[in-house]
């Protein structure tokens, strides 16, 4: 089965610097990349997801990058922001399949004024 | 569009005690998922759902059982709940089966 890898598993930045998380995954299958963003005691809210027929997306101060060769892709967040303090989850899968997806086990993104 | 519903919201269990996590979403989605995230942890698949009357295992269904007479609901049962079964419980749903929507999640404590 699938098996994704998220780093680092807590990330502390200045406000207004970016903040970069990095997941791999092992089944070259999948082609299917959300990010989701839970806040504590929340669910999780999908933020940006990517499908392996495109390299990059971006909505915003978000950016997600896939490189399907090396298997890993990352979420980019620019002019960080306090409430952009959470922990942030990736998953993958394969789209044509009918399984749920497989998570990381998340960044804590502490957000420093 | 309430979304996706759970109830109920927190529960204690007494180890060999049984009880069902109820799931509804008003979307008209197919596809429909049981999570479960232990703390500091991802989400796990417990059962999945391709539409009414299909069920399928996921990565941890030992312990729990699912049912799915209608589109709208996926209930989870619990029987003879043991402390390792101590978790937050996500229902989501979803469209096509690639974005998933999530309910507000079941807080489960089994002393």
């Known amino acids: 089965g699938e098996n994704v890898e998220q780093h680092p598993s807590t990330l502390s930045v200045q406000e207004g610097d970016s903040a970069v998380i990095k997941c791999t995954y092992s089944?070259?299958?999948?082609?299917?990349f959300p990010w989701y963003k839970q806040e504590l005691g929340k669910r999780p809210q999908l933020i940006i997801d990517?499908?392996?027929?495109?390299g990059e997306k971006k909505d915003q101060r978000i950016a997600v990058t896939l490189n399907k060769t090396a298997k890993h892709f990352s979420l980019h967040i620019t002019e960080t922001q306090p409430e952009d303090s959470a922990v942030y989850f990736c998953?993958?899968?394969?789209?044509?399949?009918?399984?749920?997806?497989?998570f990381g086990k998340g960044t804590h993104l502490i957000i420093q004024p | 569009n309430a979304g996706v519903t759970q109830t109920p919201k927190f529960r204690i269990l007494k180890i060999g005690q049984s009880m069902t996590l109820q799931c509804t979403q008003d979307?008209?989605?197919?596809?429909m998922y049981w999570y479960r995230q232990d703390p500091g942890m991802g989400l796990k698949l417990i059962y999945y759902?391709?539409?009414?009357?299909?069920?399928d295992k996921g990565e941890v269904p030992n312990g729990y059982n699912v049912s799915r007479s209608t589109t709208e609901d996926f209930p989870l049962r619990l029987e003879l709940a043991a402390p390792s079964q101590t978790s937050v419980y996500f229902c989501?749903?979803?469209?096509?089966?690639?974005?998933?929507?999530f309910g507000p999640g079941t807080r489960l404590t089994v002393l």
């Open positions: 089944d070259s299958a999948s082609n299917y």
């Open positions: 989501a749903s979803s469209p096509r089966g690639d974005t998933q929507y």
């Open positions: 998953a993958a899968r394969r789209e044509w399949g009918a399984d749920g997806l497989t």
């Open positions: 979307m008209n989605h197919n596809y």
């Open positions: 759902s391709v539409g009414a009357g299909i069920t």
């Open positions: 990517i499908r392996s027929n495109v």
